[in-house]
């Protein structure tokens, strides 16, 4: 997430602008862990389907190979599951800005009212937004990007040693 601020010119609301990026953030990680997901079931399928059906006939080193996709693929799917739900678990409303259908706490008369009462004077509104960034970054999308860069490595590296066990299947034939 290193890329470059933006200024926010004369014409723009700056509370509308975080918004959209905040916003833009979610779709990066929704669209990255479907990603993630659709790479790692292909992968999955393809290894209970083909290689199970076949497994008494491998080497050791092929079994292994197996065995080391299927876990770090079945490990990436359980991580992208985790990610694509939200977390419910926050005692106070936190992100209520965000989430108010997600906790239905309120119907929508009753947020309006909420939103009414939070949005009253600059002050307050500007202490809300600001409490509501921060929330939803530190406890909803910085967790998300650490478990989307986890899957990844899981996913990549047994990919990588199952490539290398297979391999040495190959020029071992005996093992």
Known sequence: MTE?????TAGENPLE??????MQLHERIFSSTNILLVITTFIFSLTTGFFLNKFVALTILM????VILILS???TLVLCLLISRPELKHKKAETEFYYMDVFSRYN???YE????QILKGDETTL???????Y?????????????????????????????????LSFIFPTL
């Open 108 to 110: 929508k008369k009753q």
């Open 135 to 167: 929330t939803l970054g530190s406890k909803v999308l910085l967790p998300n990007f650490k478990k989307i860069k986890l899957a990844t490595e899981v996913l990549i590296t047994g990919v990588i040693l199952s490539v290398i066990l297979f391999a």
């Open 4 to 8: 470059k601020s933006r200024e926010i």
């Open 17 to 22: 602008v975080l918004l959209n990026v905040h």
């Open 127 to 133: 202490k809300f937004f600001t409490d509501e960034f």
């Open 63 to 66: 079994k292994m190979g197996v």
């Open 73 to 75: 693929s079945l490990s």
């Open 113 to 116: 009212k909420r939103m009414y």
